[in-house]
């Protein structure tokens, strides 16, 4: 049966019904799924419209997820500083930070798939370029190819410096990409007040700023004693 057959059966099958709750009910049991993901789909376009506001003066869009600065205060002036050090022209333009994302800290699902939804939708339409978080979650935008490689973008000997800091993943062909740089407690991050753990930075593939989110990561390997 093609999907026009079954919608049309299933429309005589309503109209048959008694009364307009048994029809709701009908529907709902039959198409919850597609219900539920369209307006799940309506939501993020919403909640990412909103937050788009304001934005056109952006240099480069962060997302810190799971960070420290629910609990202290954060330096959150180390991105434009840092930024400031290297040769592009920024004039007019500031690093939108949003560290307000969490997943798996309070136990809530709902809450937790919300946020989920929110990082995939953010890296399938361009609108994230420096993406920062603990393994876990970091790993999770791997196979889709959500990473920049870094090996491609950012000069051999410095990398070289740090190789003990850099994220690789291979995939099923063998290929290595370096998709990440691991930031200890040394980092510009921890020292800001944003982590207390290692977590992995990367640049977003398709990310609309890309440039500065490199020239970003270049400027913070080459400040690091």
């Keep these: 049966m093609t999907f026009i057959e079954r919608l049309n059966k299933d429309r005589q099958q309503l109209f048959r019904l008694p009364d307009n709750k048994s029809r709701i009910t009908f529907i709902w049991d039959y198409y ?55 040769d592009l022209d920024l004039k007019g333009k500031s690093v939108d930070v949003n560290d307000k994302l969490s997943v798996g800290q309070e136990g809530n699902e709902a809450e937790d798939i919300e946020t989920m939804q929110i990082l995939t939708a953010l890296f399938m339409i361009s609108d994230l370029d420096l993406y920062v978080a603990d393994k876990q979650y970091f790993d999770y935008f791997l196979e889709d190819g959500g990473y920049a490689d870094l090996s491609l973008l950012i000069d051999q000997n410095l990398l070289e410096r740090y190789k003990d800091d850099l994220y690789y993943w ?43 989110a490199v020239e970003f990561i270049r400027q913070m390997l080459s400040d690091r004693n």
Aim: charged share 15%.
């Design 32 to 86: 919850k799924i597609p219900i539920i993901v369209f307006l799940s789909v309506l939501l993020l376009l919403v909640i990412l419209l909103i937050s788009n506001i304001g934005r056109k003066d952006a240099s480069m869009y962060v997302v810190l997820l799971n960070n420290d600065s629910s609990l202290r205060e954060c330096n959150s002036t180390i991105f434009d500083e840092t930024l400031k050090k290297t």
């Design 170 to 212: 291979e995939n099923q062909y063998g290929q290595k990409t370096l998709c990440g740089i691991i930031l200890h407690n040394d980092s510009m991050l921890h020292k800001a007040g944003y982590y207390h753990n290692d977590v992995i930075m990367g640049v977003v593939a398709n990310a609309n700023n890309l440039q500065v």
